[in-house]
C-alpha cells in the first residue's frame, strides 16, 4: 500500500517549451502533495504544497508562475514548468500525504522526474 | 526555526560490518516526528524506520535501530550486519506535526564495500 506514481519518469525538451508532470497517490487520498526539486547529489528542497482544491503554497525563492501547480483530485497533482530553460533541469519528486489512516503522520514519496532543458 | 544536521557526508564500510550514521537537530518543540530515509541509485525515497518524540523507546527495523536522545537532540541510525542492497544516501527527517513540511538533513552518502 501506499504507493505514489510520478509520470513521465524522465523527461527532455527544448527550451521555452512548458512540461507537465503528473503526481498520482494509486491507492490512497491525498489532501495534501509536495514537490520537491533535487540537484545531485544534494538534499531534497521542498517547492511547495500542494492543496486539493486550493491554491498551492509556495517557498521563499519559488516563482509560482514558473511552476504551476494544480490539485485538481484528492490523488493527483500536477507540477507545469513553463517556458523552461537549462536552469531548471533537475529532478523532481513529488510526496503524498494520507489524508487519514495510521500512515497519517508520513509522506510517501514518488520515484521522481528527471528533466532535461535542451 | 527547526534544523537538521548530519555531519557525515560520506561514509564506506564493509559488508557485514555495523555502521552508525550521526544526526542532531534543533527544536523547541517537544513533540514531533523523527525519520531515517534512504536513497538509493535509484532515487526512490524509502522509509528506513521513523520516531515519534514521544515515545522514550528506541524505534526497530529488522537491522535498522535508532539511538533517540531527546535531551541531546541527536536521533542517529544504527544499521547492522550492512548489505551491499545498503549502498544509499541516507536522510535524516523532522516533522513537528502533521501539517508541517518535512525538513531534511543534507545527507550521508554510505558505501557498503564487498
Known amino acids: 500500500g501506499a504507493v505514489v506514481s510520478q509520470h513521465p519518469s524522465r523527461v527532455i525538451c527544448k527550451s521555452g517549451t512548458s512540461v507537465k508532470i503528473e503526481c498520482r497517490s494509486l491507492d490512497f487520498q491525498a489532501t495534501t502533495m509536495f514537490w520537491y526539486r533535487q540537484f545531485p547529489k544534494k538534499s531534497l528542497m521542498l517547492m511547495a504544497t500542494?492543496?486539493?482544491?486550493?491554491?498551492?503554497?509556495?517557498e521563499q525563492g519559488v516563482e509560482k508562475d514558473k511552476f504551476l501547480i494544480n490539485h485538481a483530485s484528492l490523488t493527483l497533482s500536477t507540477l507545469t514548468v513553463t517556458s523552461a530553460h537549462p536552469e531548471d533541469s533537475s529532478f523532481y519528486i513529488c510526496s503524498a500525504r494520507p489524508t487519514s489512516g495510521r500512515s497519517y503522520n508520513e509522506q510517501f514519496f514518488g520515484p521522481g522526474t528527471r528533466l532535461t532543458v535542451l | 526555526a527547526q534544523t537538521v544536521t548530519q555531519s557525515q557526508p560520506e561514509m564506506s564500510v564493509q559488508e557485514a560490518e555495523t555502521v552508525t550514521l550521526s544526526c542532531t537537530y534543533d527544536t523547541s518543540e517537544s513533540n514531533y516526528y523523527l525519520f531515517w530515509y534512504k536513497q538509493p541509485p535509484s532515487r526512490q525515497m524509502i522509509l528506513v524506520i521513523r520516531q515519534e518524540a514521544y515515545k522514550q523507546q528506541n524505534a526497530t527495523e529488522n537491522r535498522f535501530s535508532v539511538n533517540f536522545q531527546k535531551a541531546a537532540k541527536s536521533f542517529s541510525l544504527k544499521i547492522s550486519d550492512s548489505q551491499l542492497g545498503d549502498t544509499a544516501m541516507y536522510f535524516c527527517?523532522?516533522?513537528?506535526?502533521?501539517?508541517?513540511?518535512?525538513?531534511f538533513g543534507k545527507g550521508t552518502r554510505l558505501h557498503i564495500l564487498p
Open positions: 500542494s492543496n486539493e482544491g486550493s491554491k498551492a503554497t509556495y
Open positions: 527527517a523532522f516533522l513537528m506535526n502533521r501539517d508541517d513540511k518535512i525538513i
